[in-house]
């Protein structure tokens, strides 16, 4: 519920809610070109439910380690469904699926248009009224994304048009599950909470996989296994968790449009490590999108 005294007031913003979002946009910005690689060893269903699973027991086994209780109160289990179904089983599923058509680079182009529908879901859901400064940064955030798509020279072609619909479905379903966690939050840690909406959301999805993929654990190679490695601890163990610790400590539209790091941080990694295109459209979106961070986030 809604704090009637809190309407109006603006949110604060913390020095620890922007560590915790800097953290997360590197973890998951690293994470595209790493997933993008791992499709080539592994079905998709199957290596983002399976990792996902692996990393939710890993950090529940971190939360009884730190003495945090995995019990959920009757009350929150709708919400914690709920938060694992749109941040969590629709992310990875159609993220993954929408990397089978698209380069790393553009899927995480347009995954990232998450803040715009956070942000407009956010002055009606929860009166969080946008700011001048983050109308602006939202503006410049934009403007990166489009340089990055005169660099890369994004292509609405008919191949490309299940990726480019799975990756913009994937982002509206996280935004949405973003401004709900703000309006009735999950009142636990954020290592039990995270624990619990990555295992809710992804364990459908590996039985999924399991079930209808052919999966060769035999042609995974050295490379492959470690960024497996990666994807479990890096995405899941630590993202994850600072993002719920992030929005936590943030305001919605502000921990939205952080994130807007991450497709940078995605374009950057995939340019140098899967040779996909890196030119003045990536440096200038770069310099778009560090700016809109750092004005989005100001207090």
Not at 95 to 106: H, I, Q, T, V
Not at 236 to 258: D, E, K, N, Q, T
């Amino acid at each position: 519920m809604t704090d009637p005294k809190a309407v109006g007031l603006r949110p604060r913003i913390t020095s620890a809610g922007l560590t915790f979002l800097a953290i997360t946009s590197v973890g998951w910005g690293f994470n595209w070109p790493v997933t993008k690689y791992l499709l080539s060893e592994l079905p998709p269903l199957t290596l983002r439910g399976t990792t996902g699973v692996i990393g939710a027991a890993l950090l529940a086994g971190l939360a009884i380690l730190r003495r945090q209780s995995l019990l959920v109160p009757r009350q929150m289990w709708p919400r914690l469904v709920l938060a694992g179904i749109l941040n969590v089983t629709a992310w990875m599923v159609l993220m993954g699926l929408a990397l089978l058509w698209l380069p790393a680079s553009e899927a995480a182009l347009i995954a990232y248009t998450m803040p715009v529908w956070a942000s407009m879901l956010a002055w009606p859901v929860l009166g969080e009224r946008p700011t001048a400064l983050r109308t602006l940064a939202l503006v410049m955030a934009f403007a990166g994304l489009g340089s990055i798509m005169g660099g890369s020279g994004l292509s609405a072609s008919a191949a490309k048009w299940p990726g480019i619909v799975m990756a913009l479905a994937g982002a509206i379903g996280f935004a949405v599950g973003t401004v709900l966690a703000k309006k009735a939050p999950i009142k636990l840690p954020p290592i039990p909470a995270a624990a619990w909406q990555i295992g809710l959301g992804c364990l459908p999805v590996a039985i999924a996989g399991l079930s209808i993929e052919t999966t060769k654990v035999s042609a995974i190679t050295g490379t492959g296994w470690a960024l497996l490695v990666y994807s479990v601890i890096g995405q899941f163990c630590i993202a994850y968790v600072a993002w719920f610790a992030a929005l936590a400590r943030l305001p919605a539209s502000v921990a939205a449009i952080g994130t807007m790091a991450v497709p940078v941080i995605g374009v950057v990694a995939s340019a140098l490590a899967l040779h996909e295109p890196l030119g003045a459209g990536q440096i200038a979106a770069l310099a778009f999108t560090l700016a809109a961070v750092v004005l989005a986030t100001r207090p």
